[in-house]
């Protein structure tokens, strides 16, 4: 009884060993990155409505350059 | 008896786990400090931690020299390239404005620390070694630690603007502590360590060809942070002694300079990529290419195909031909000498010096003379020099001609924050996006900041998510 006893103690202790092992710090994450939990990213002012003048702009720079490709 | 044989099978299970556990357990656990065991010992061990750090700059790397990516992302916070006229799906992939990138930046200021840290280790502890090898390594040290802090004062602080008094420079780390908390130097205090990290390596004469920054090399990078730094005196002079030594050059050796691909010949001292496998790059350039090239740009060369630059830079149809690259090269000498002079007075000179960079580049050129200067154009989005001066016509004329010389060399951005950090906008699906003054300056990170004591973020960066 007592050797069974033992036994068992023994089988439990190593399949216990072999769980820990498995599982043990393969990746450890004793030391996370310094900005773990911290903002990472700025808030920038928020885009604008383009006006019509910036639009105006805008379509004068494409028929130049339309006119650019189309000649060269 | 049996007793006695039981605790036998017990050990040989003890001893067994044991094994199993020792076989998988983890090896670097918490292993942070490892002294006595990995710390180098020779110089030839303490090289070996930088030259990670030379393969990278030989294959490309956006840190210490930089390399066509990087190059290309700052072409397209500038404005040689029309951004407003940025053709999708391809404008996807690079930035619309240096907006769309400010984040990521806190990623270059930890790698730039993280080169400085291993100068540090080197130099800590080569520091008793008076060896011609560790002089060697020491001097390899001195030179990326300096030209990192250059790197930082760059693009981590706002420009010198006339005036240097008041304005944060860099926390300055020279010895190796992971525990230190350091805040920020002043702007001056930055430039010195730059110079003085430079002047050390060139002091250690670098005799090893493999270390790639040689005498001539700290010297260029002398003259730039003298000259960013607003110290024309020293600036013109570091300039003017690479010149002597590496002279001008025109005509084909020129053309077949600017279109080698590969290692830097001619009169470029330093060139980063050099051995970068090319499929990296040829999608960066590709991608670029969704930006046409300004027509502002373009007009800027008056002599259209008589300038050699020309067919060098552009391609048809608003393309750019010109490989991008990051580089250090006799021509930007010539830029710095002729600024440096024109802000210390010495228009005669400057102007000469101005004459003497588009002879070896315009075929059959009439010099200027300072009657003949074209006029400042007031679509230009520089207004002032770099002492936040009106523009005269020869500041003008000599901001210019750099332009068209260093186009895609990176460089453009920087001239627009030295010269006044102009406002500019570009469009995406209907919205402005404006680059403001405060952007030509890039964030700290975030975590620095909140636990570093004292640590000052640059202004326009209070809110973080």
Known sequence: MMKRNIKYMVMAAFAAMLMMSAVSCDDADELPPMNDGYATEFILPDPEDLTAADREVIQELQDEYNADISSN | MKEIKVMKNIGKYAVLAGLVLAAVSCTDYLDIKPYGKTIPQTPEEYSALLQTRLYEIEEGEETIIGD??????????????????????TGNYVPLYVGDDLSDKQVLYAHLYEVIRDCNIVLDGLAEDTSEEASDVKGLAYALRGICYYNLLRDFCEPWEGNASGKLGVPLVTVFDMEARTIRSSFSETVERVADDLQS????????????????VMLGYLARV??????????ASCASQVLERHPLLGGDAYKSMMEETGEGTGNILMKGGTRSTGSGDSQAISYLQC????????????????????????????????????CLRSAEMQCILMESQYHQGLETEALA????????????????????????????????????QALTPLIYAILCERRKELFLEGDRWYELKRNGRPEMWTHRQGRKYTT??????????????????????????????
């Open chain 2, 68 to 89: 066509v990516g990087s190059v290309a992302d700052l072409e397209c916070y500038a404005d040689d390239l029309e951004s407003k006229l940025t053709q999708y799906p």
């Open chain 2, 201 to 216: 390596a060139i002091d250690c004469n670098i005799r090893n060809e493999d270390y790639l920054f040689d005498s001539d």
């Open chain 2, 226 to 235: 003298h000259f960013w730094a607003g110290n024309y005196s020293q600036a």
């Open chain 2, 291 to 326: 930006k046409p090239v300004s027509k502002q740009f373009i007009n800027l060369f008056a002599e259209g195909e008589q300038d050699i630059r020309y067919g060098i830079s552009l391609g048809k149809k608003r393309t750019f031909a010109k490989r991008p690259m990051a």
């Open chain 2, 353 to 388: 010096s101005l004459n003497e960079l588009r002879r070896h580049r315009i075929t059959g050129v009439t010099d200027y003379t300072m009657e003949t200067l074209p006029p400042v154009d007031p679509d230009d989005n520089v207004k002032v020099d770099a002492r936040g």
């Open chain 2, 436 to 465: 403001l003054e405060f952007m030509y300056t890039f964030p700290l990170p975030i975590a620095d900041v909140i636990l570093t004591d004292g640590l000052v973020q640059n202004p326009g960066y209070d809110n973080v998510k």
